[in-house]
């Protein structure tokens, strides 16, 4: 699943190295109704191909509501096993196989930055450190016993998904890949780490946000003071 907004100077190249990554795959684009036509690109890239599906949406709501779209549609075509991948070559197409490997096992697979093998070689000190330090908050506040719950490269499987209740996460950006997380680990989903790199895109602009930072925040800090001192926690 490739969830895009504005992507065009990066759609065709990242089809085509999925494609030659996991040959077998079949390829869902969730795009917001991107003005750059990054859809119609991924329409040609198709007729090549093959197996590109385009599930096109009228207006940009964020990454959660487009992956629930993604899901959602992958459930009702007889699916298995989902993939949760940037469109900005963040995420290597090359580390998929090892993912889809795991995915045979466990029902959640988190491509960690933060596990040992796992990198981010652009970052500033700065910059590692704040993503760690929040990782490691959400983690003790809500008890995930996961290094990267903030990780955006995954795969699920449709068991996972069905536990999760997907279509009741309410969280975008960083919130909802920590809230997946934690409904997983609260269900009993298995879950592994498998490390990757992780590097900034080159081509095209990023949809990080200081607002999407403050949100993931807020919301950790709000489901951990919610939880029963010495008890389980539930999502409200």
């Not at 500033?124 to 330090?133: F, T």
């Amino acid at each position: 699943m490739l969830p895009t907004y504005n992507e065009i100077d990066n759609i065709e190249a990242m089809l085509r190295a999925l494609r030659a990554a996991t040959p077998d795959a079949s390829i869902l684009v969730v795009d917001d109704g991107s003005p750059d036509g990054t859809a119609d690109a991924a329409e040609i890239v198709n007729k090549e191909l093959g197996s590109i599906f385009i599930l096109r949406r009228d207006t940009k709501n964020g990454l959660g509501a487009a992956y629930r779209a993604g899901f959602s549609w992958g459930l009702e075509n007889g699916y298995d096993r989902f993939v949760e991948i940037d469109c900005d070559f963040s995420h290597d197409p090359l580390s998929l196989p090892s993912l889809l490997e795991k995915s045979l096992t466990y029902e959640v697979v988190i491509g960690s930055r933060y596990v040992k093998g796992g990198s981010i070689p652009s970052w500033s000190i700065g910059r590692k450190l704040l993503s760690r330090g929040g990782n490691v908050y959400a983690s003790m506040m809500l008890g995930l016993s996961v290094k990267d719950s903030t990780a955006g490269y995954r795969v699920y499987q449709k068991t996972a998904l069905e536990k999760i209740d997907f279509t009741h996460v309410g969280a975008d950006g960083y919130g909802f890949q920590i809230e997946m997380t934690y409904r997983a680990r609260k269900a009993g989903a298995s879950i592994v780490e498998v490390p990757i790199s992780f590097v900034d895109r080159e081509q095209g602009e990023s949809k990080m946000s200081q607002a999407i930072v403050i949100e993931a925040l807020w919301l950790v800090t709000k489901w951990g003071l919610s939880r029963p001192f010495g008890g389980p926690f539930f999502l409200k």
